[in-house]
């Protein structure tokens, strides 16, 4: 594969990675995950895990990937690039798999007494990436193998704080963040 493949399929292969927590930002707010609970003196989460913000990004990722199922015999003929399609396993593990790496990420930053909305550098980024294909390699291993080559795990890496940070700007600047992180 060639570098403009491997950025093409890290990008395909993380979208309905990237798009809950996007989603969750808009449709966001309401009761709260951890339903107020604390644990000394700390919320298990905090208000920023809403039940609603979960499953519309859970939802809305896997809209993402049927949508991208449909466009992918289309844009691969036309790309030339070997574009994964997403199993049932991938449609509902990519995005669940994201919002549980960033509810563990809510769930650590509490335990260190940092505020709903604080930025932990490293966390912030790869907290999706670990949920995701964390959850992936449990369900679907074959498809993880295959999909996600250790050239394009390199290519997510690179490319996902780049485009976290990106997309955060542009949510804050729209006024849907607090903070623009
Ligand atoms: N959100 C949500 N439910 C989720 C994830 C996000 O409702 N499971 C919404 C919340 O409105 C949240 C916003 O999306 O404030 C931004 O998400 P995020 O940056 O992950 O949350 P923070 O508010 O920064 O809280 P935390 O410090 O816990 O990450
Ligand atoms: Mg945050």
Known sequence: MDLVA????????????????NAAVVVGGGRPVDGGRTY????LLGDGKTWRGTVGGVVAGGVVAIALNALAPGAAD???????????????????????GDMAASFLKRRLGRDRGASVPGLDQYDLVVGALGLVAVVDWPWLVDAVTPAVLVAILVLTPILHRATNVGAYLLGLKEVPW
């Open 40 to 43: 000394r003196g700390a919320r």
């Open 6 to 21: 491997v950025v093409v399929v890290a990008i395909w292969v993380m979208l309905p990675a990237y798009i809950p927590n």
């Open 78 to 100: 036309w790309s030339g690039i070997d574009l994964p399609t997403f199993a049932r396993t991938t449609v509902v593990g990519l995005p669940l798999g994201a919002m549980l």
